[in-house]
């Protein structure tokens, strides 16, 4: 459905944003783990990785995962999958990534030059930080 949408709209160029998003349960399901969620310590819960189309704000995959991992974790395999489906659709298509600064180490840097996609990893400047500290 959303392929459909991509070529409805003869996009030029397409924007993936990657993040993770706790999902707290009481219960005991396959993939909960107690782990992350930061609101509510000890619970059980699901971290899903999701994937969006930023010119449209819809999700076009999620990739389900226990609570208790890293948020990049499984992502080295997820980024490629999608962007091998949008490109299958719309061959010529400029694509272009976007993550934050959990998903920052070297094979993930490394994965989207090698296959042709621009990205950026969103960092926070502790350097910046601590001087608007001081100066405030």
Do not use: W
Request: net charge positive; with cysteine; proline share 3%.
């Amino acid at each position: 459905m959303l392929l459909a949408r991509i070529q409805a709209l003869r996009l030029l160029r397409v924007t993936l944003d990657f993040d993770g998003s706790v999902f707290s349960t009481g219960r005991m399901a396959e993939s909960v783990a107690a782990g992350l969620n930061k609101q509510k310590k000890g619970k059980r819960s699901c971290y899903h990785l999701f994937r969006t189309l930023a010119q449209t704000g819809q999700v076009f995959d999620a990739l389900p995962r226990s609570g208790n991992i890293h948020d990049s974790n499984g992502a080295l395999e997820f980024i490629p999958e999608c962007v091998n489906s949008i490109r299958a659709a719309c061959p010529g298509i400029i694509m272009e990534v976007r993550m934050h600064s959990a998903f920052f180490s070297d094979k993930i840097v490394t994965a989207p030059d090698a296959e042709r996609i621009e990205f950026t990893i969103s960092q926070c400047n502790m350097d910046y930080v601590a001087v608007r500290k001081e100066n405030m």
